[in-house]
């Protein structure tokens, strides 16, 4: 899980294989976003879920989101060496300077 | 191209001197960001700022300023800097009625 006082995690799976990131945050949220980081390049938005939504699909990626045990997680099905990257999920926050409130990440490798 | 430029890649100090790090987006959005990113990949907001507002995270150090010259420009400066901002300085842009964010690539910032 991303939250909590943990450090970055590592997950190390061979290409082929499906995985699951998980999530958990502490404040109310509708919306979950979820970014991944290339090294050396900035985060991007991959997919994103509303709290009416409960699963998001895009490609090889489904999202899921349960407000009432406040966590997300994000699936990769059937991984390629591509997929290797730092994955976030962030929560949206109102006011401060803190839109979005990113967790700790993890980072993902795929094996060939 | 439409994206969020971040100049330099790299910069290498001493501590004490100062350093800038400029950001520029060609997206039209209305809010721009600065993130500090650790050696652990966990991303911190400093600052958020539109042409009305400059929100500062509190823990942010005074040796840290934004400077705007309009709203496709956030700059950063340090004034005298320390090892412990030794990170990857993420810029990001958004429309501030959305909530997600568009990062430039990064400037890395080794203090010796």
């Known amino acids: 899980s991303q939250w909590g006082e943990e450090n970055l995690q590592a997950l190390s799976i061979q290409e082929g294989e499906d995985v699951t990131m998980n999530c958990s945050y502490k404040?109310?949220?509708?919306?979950v976003h979820w970014y991944r980081q290339d090294s050396g390049r900035g985060p991007a938005l991959i997919i994103l879920?509303?709290?009416?939504?409960r699963e998001k699909r895009s490609g090889r990626l489904r999202a899921t989101l349960d407000t009432s045990s406040q966590s997300s997680s994000l699936s990769i099905t059937a991984a390629q060496c591509e997929d290797t990257a730092v994955y976030f999920c962030?929560?949206?926050?109102?006011?401060?300077?803190?839109?979005?409130?990113f967790g700790k990440g993890t980072q993902l490798i795929i094996q060939p | 191209e439409t994206a969020v430029f971040q100049t330099p890649n790299y910069h290498v100090t001493q501590v004490g001197n100062e350093v800038s790090f400029n950001c520029k987006q060609t997206?039209?959005?209305?809010?721009m960001y600065w993130y500090k990113q650790d050696s652990k990949k966990l991303l911190k907001i400093m600052f958020s700022?539109?042409?009305?507002?400059?929100?500062v995270n509190e823990t942010v150090p005074r040796r840290f300023s934004p400077q705007s010259s309009d709203k496709a420009h956030l700059n950063l400066r340090i004034k005298s800097v320390e090892p412990e901002d030794s990170a990857v300085y993420l810029c990001?842009?958004?429309?501030?009625?959305?909530?997600?964010?568009?990062f430039g690539p990064g400037t890395r910032l080794t203090v010796l």
């Open positions: 962030a929560t949206e926050n109102t006011g401060g300077a803190d839109r979005l409130t």
């Open positions: 404040t109310y949220t509708t919306v």
């Open positions: 879920i509303r709290s009416n939504e």
């Open positions: 997206l039209g959005h209305d809010t």
């Open positions: 700022y539109n042409n009305k507002q400059l929100i």
């Open positions: 990001a842009s958004n429309w501030g009625g959305s909530y997600e964010q568009y």
